[in-house]
Nanobody, 122 residues
């Protein structure tokens, strides 16, 4: 059974930076696309960033484009989210997600971590 464990959250002032990490185990990491999502209190979970299995293509939500960078290390089985110029509206629980692709059964396709909390406040 695949597992994802996030780390790196915390409290940061507006304009500051944080780097989130997500450690993967129990599945063939290098053939899964990886994503970051976030969920703020009282709001729907929203997409933040995605990276393909080889890391050759990334895509971001408009709200974070130019400030956040997603990266992965297939040897270490890690995915990262570098967050710069943080704003109070970036405060949320950030969740790591693995997507095995459309050929997989729905109940096996996605793996979710438990999340790490980011609070941007002065």
């Amino acid at each position: 059974q695949g597992q994802l464990v996030e780390s790196g959250g915390g409290v940061v002032q507006p304009g500051g930076s944080l780097r989130l990490s997500c450690s993967a185990s129990g599945f063939t990491f290098s053939v899964w696309h990886m994503n970051w999502y976030r969920q703020a209190p009282g709001k729907e979970r929203e997409f933040v960033a995605t990276i393909t299995m080889t890391g050759d293509w990334t895509h971001y939500a408009d709200s974070v484009k130019g400030r956040f960078t997603i990266a992965r290390d297939n040897v270490k089985k890690m995915v990262y989210l570098q967050m710069n110029s943080l704003k109070p509206e970036d405060s949320a629980v950030y969740l790591c997600n693995a997507d095995g692709g459309p050929t997989m059964r729905d109940d096996e396709r996605y793996i979710w971590g438990q999340g790490t909390r980011v609070t941007v406040s002065s």
